[in-house]
Structures are given as structure tokens and as C-alpha cells.
């Protein structure tokens, strides 16, 4: 099994920057692509962007590009997601998660999940 752990969530206004990061365990080797959801409240969980473990490559939802970014440090079993100017409409609990489908921002695809972390941007 694959356990994934988020961090880094929290208060902040409307223009700064986070960094989230999500620990892996367990049977990372399975794990082809990260990626981070979020959902904010009474809405479904959504796609925010994805990398693939082997070479890098990422994905983004349109409403993040040039803004997030997300990395990987494959000796730590880790991946990050930079924030930069961030909006109201950024809150939401973000979920790490792993997968075997790489361009995939269906759920469905990935079987792992870390429990979330809060982010409450303020305006």
C-alpha cells in the first residue's frame, strides 16, 4: 500500500504564496504520476495539476497556470506544489494523490489519497 501525507496548508491573503508538500511510503514504486485536487465547499473535487515521477513532465488545470507549480524530489519521495498569487478562490482542502495515468484529472484514476490540507486565502 501507498501512504500519502500533506502539509504546509494555511491562512493567508489574498497575493502571497504557499508551498504544499505531500510525503509518500510504503509502496512508492507504483506511484507513475503525483498530483494535487482540491475541493472547496458544496463543490466536487477538482483537478489542480500533475507530474510524472519518471522524467517530470506536468500538468495543469487552466485556472493555476503561471501561478502553481509543482515539483518532485523523487530520492525524498515527495512532491511539492508552489502557490503564487493566490485568490480568494484558491480556498479549499487540497488532496495529494497517486496514479498510474499520466493527463488524467479524473479521480477515478487515482487510488491513492492523503487525508488534505486546508487553504484559506483571505481578501
Do not use: H
Not at 57 to 83: C, H, P, W
Not at 92 to 102: E, I, M, N, P, T
Not at 109 to 116: A, H
Amino acid at each position: 500500500q501507498v501512504q500519502l501525507v500533506e502539509s504546509g496548508g494555511g491562512l493567508v491573503p489574498a497575493g502571497g504564496s504557499l508551498r504544499l508538500s505531500c510525503a509518500a511510503s510504503g509502496r512508492t514504486f507504483s506511484l507513475y504520476v503525483m498530483a494535487w485536487f482540491r475541493q472547496a465547499p458544496g463543490k466536487e473535487r477538482e483537478f489542480v495539476a500533475a507530474i510524472r515521477r519518471s522524467d517530470g513532465s506536468t500538468y495543469y488545470t487552466d485556472s493555476v497556470k503561471g501561478r502553481f507549480t509543482i515539483s518532485k524530489d523523487n530520492a525524498e519521495n515527495t512532491v511539492y506544489l508552489q502557490m503564487n498569487t493566490l485568490k480568494p478562490e484558491d480556498t479549499a482542502v487540497y488532496y495529494c494523490a497517486g496514479g498510474s495515468f499520466f493527463n488524467s484529472a479524473s479521480t477515478y484514476d487515482y487510488p491513492y489519497w492523503g487525508q488534505g490540507t486546508q487553504v484559506t486565502v483571505s481578501s
